[in-house]
């Protein structure tokens, strides 16, 4: 099976879409994280769930956890606050990691490769470097396992 058979339509942002929405979108669809499009359309990163929560944490909590038993619940209701006014661009980690990115005609097993060596829960799949779907983890694993 080719990555174009299994690329999924899927939630894209952009660098310069506001943070606050990206969340959004990640907390109401339950994804691991969306492709970042450069200005280009083309796949640039992709903004894990984890990263928008990390930057919501505060860095003293993130160096000792500990300290997170003594915020009271009120944080909980800044995290739009926090959020509000940033970019896409400003939650990606500074070190751009290698982008998890497939080609329209690759198998699934190079595919499963790509997703391994990255240890990412999603690869960007491209046809002439525009973005045309998303192979998550589970849909991988639908394709590559039998049905009982």
Sequence with gaps: MRARAMA?????TSLDA???EAARLLGEH?????????????PHSVLGASQVVRFLVPTYVQDDPALAAVIDERFADKVAEKLSGHIVRE???RDRPELAVAEADDTIIEVAAIMARM???????VENDQLIGVITAS????HALPLP
Aim: net charge negative; glycine share 6%; aromatic share 2%.
């Design 8 to 12: 999924e339509d899927y939630p894209a």
């Design 18 to 20: 506001d943070a606050l």
């Design 30 to 42: 339950r994804m691991p994280g969306l492709v970042v499009t450069d200005e280009h359309g083309r």
């Design 91 to 93: 939650l990606l980690p």
């Design 119 to 125: 240890r990412c829960p999603l690869v960007a799949v």
């Design 139 to 142: 849909r991988l694993l639908e």
